[in-house]
């Protein structure tokens, strides 16, 4: 027993010699030392190619609606088109109407096909042209969009009830009030509805007819964009519209039929066909256009002109189909190979811009005036072919600026091929207000980001937005009617507090300046650094 506690005990001395030999060299413990968080910011957006400021808006009271904007490229979903932070976008639903767009940096595309569809409108394919001149960044896209209550439109629904496999028990048809707009559809019995993957459809059917008055501009504002092809050495114009849709409950197209179906549509008698007034027993082309790719085709079946209406001085077009899109009968038409430009006088454009509208029987089309712009070619030869704009187009021409306020209405229908003469009047007070941006760390107010690359736009309520340009983060927000409230929508395309890219605030048109700080979304680094003895 005394043996072992006498090796323990040495153990024990051992041991002692063993931990304190560091401080027989005289050597210190040296503590690690703790490296403070550093906050390191993003780094600024870079510098966007061209942003497009679309708007859906109500073709007559120009507010904002919401809806849902499809992009085509030759018939295809796009894969070209991003929003400002950078997102593809195929197709987006948008509840305030308003889109910032942009293209992808190895894109090469010059124009993009956009279909609209909104609740209780007729939906529209519109064609964006994505070029813009030396120097400028921003294309201002206004999409109108027709109600279907508005003045020379028709509508009627019929909701039937179709058996599984989707063969009709009786005829289902639908047809609008007679007058100048009317237009029909009927379903024979014992045809089978198809959706487009060519799968029956059955239950709850919705059949649903719109018509429009091609005597005046209401049926050319809802007929697509792209009506000829931009390479054609002839054209065609509309002179007879209808639009025919089918939906059971939950929302699915009917698009195909085992058989064929009739569809009617109203002509007025003063068409010409081949220098001469239609008559009954005429054959008119038929053409017709799919929202589900963005293209007309032409259809190989035609419009029958079938019995005067001598009270509404109009004849009922007749043709067989299997199949259900945007339909309209054609007659040939002479090019205007000149374009559209108008000659301006009066007050000065404004610094954000105006719009221009044309609308007759003839043609359609709405376009954008730049302040200082070195062209006032609102219609260029090119897209007057698409739009199926004649020689001898004449159409009531309206300029406007965001807010739907007149600046000029023609009296009446004047000649729109080549020039047309306008005298812009300014209707209210307008001043412009500078609007700084900036953005600071939320964990470092020390730390900031350049701002001069973010996207702000400004609208009245309910109003389409108009895009603020700037430099060095303040932005000039032109054009504000005095003394009213304006919304203002900062997209920082940069992480912000909140899960969010956006910003919104409001301000009052008064002149005085105003600013917005953002908090960004930063990370931080942390470390320790010395060790040892």
């Not at 780094?43 to 904002?64: F, G, H, K, Q, R």
């Not at 003045?151 to 058996?163: C, F, P």
């Amino acid at each position: 027993m005394l043996t072992n506690k006498k090796t323990l005990l040495a153990l024990s001395v051992a041991s002692v010699f063993v931990l304190s030999g560091c401080n027989d060299n005289d050597k210190d413990v040296v503590p690690p030392v703790v490296v403070p968080p550093v906050v390191v910011a993003p780094d600024a957006p870079t510098e966007l190619s061209v942003v497009v400021n679309a708007n859906v808006v109500d073709s007559v009271t120009n507010d904002a609606i919401a809806a849902k904007v499809t992009f085509f490229e030759n018939g295809v979903a796009s894969e070209n088109i991003v929003d400002v932070d950078g997102n593809e976008l195929t197709s987006v639903d948008l509840a305030d109407g308003s889109l910032a767009f942009t293209v992808k940096d190895d894109a090469n595309i010059s124009e993009v096909t956009v279909n609209v569809s909104a609740d209780d409108y007729i939906g529209k394919s519109f064609i964006v042209d994505l070029t813009t001149a030396e120097g400028v960044m921003s294309v201002n896209a206004l999409l109108a969009l027709v109600s279907e209550s508005a003045d020379g439109i028709s509508n009627k629904s019929v909701v039937s009830t179709v058996e599984a496999g989707g063969t009709t028990s009786a005829v289902i048809s639908a047809a609008t009030d007679p007058g100048k707009s009317s237009a029909s559809a009927s379903v024979p019995a014992g045809v089978i509805l198809y959706d487009a993957s060519e799968q029956p459809v059955s239950g709850e059917i919705t059949l649903k007819v719109n018509g429009a008055d091609s005597s005046t501009g209401a049926a050319s504002s809802i007929v697509p964009a792209g009506l000829n092809n931009a390479d054609a050495t002839s054209i065609v114009k509309s002179v007879g519209v209808a639009n025919v849709t089918m939906a059971d409950g939950t929302g699915k197209k009917v698009k195909k039929f085992s058989d064929p179906i009739t569809v009617s549509m109203t002509i007025p008698a003063t068409t010409m066909l081949n220098g001469e007034a239609i008559q009954p027993g005429d054959m008119l082309g038929l053409k017709s256009h799919n929202e589900d790719t963005g293209v007309w085709a032409s259809e190989t079946n035609k419009v029958e002109v079938g019995a005067l209406n001598a009270q509404t001085n109009t004849y009922t077009g007749t043709f067989k189909t299997t199949h259900l899109t945007f339909f309209a009968s054609t007659v040939s038409a002479p090019i205007c190979t000149d374009g559209i430009a108008v000659n301006l006088s009066g007050d000065a454009v404004p610094a954000s811009g105006l719009y221009v509208s044309m609308s007759s029987s003839d043609a359609s089309a709405t376009s954008y005036l730049r302040a200082n712009a070195a062209s006032n070619v609102i219609v260029s030869p090119l897209n007057t072919k698409r739009f199926g704009i004649s020689a001898n187009a004449k159409a009531t021409v309206k300029v406007f600026d965001v807010n739907g306020t007149p600046w000029f209405t023609s009296d009446g229908e004047v000649n729109v091929c080549g020039t047309a003469a306008v005298v812009l009047a300014n209707p209210a007070t307008l001043v412009n207000e500078d609007f700084a941006v900036t953005a600071a760390c939320a964990n470092d107010t020390t730390k900031t980001v350049d701002m001069s690359n973010a996207v702000v736009s400004y609208s009245l309520a309910g109003k389409a937005k108009t895009l603020a340009s700037g430099t060095a983060g303040t932005f000039t927000l032109a054009d504000l009617v005095e003394g009213s409230t304006y919304n203002v929508f900062v997209n920082a395309r940069t992480p912000l507090v909140g899960d969010t890219t956006k910003a919104t605030t409001t301000i009052t048109a008064d002149g005085t300046a105003e600013s917005l700080a953002l908090e960004v979304v930063c990370q931080t680094t942390t470390g320790t650094t010395g060790s040892g003895s």
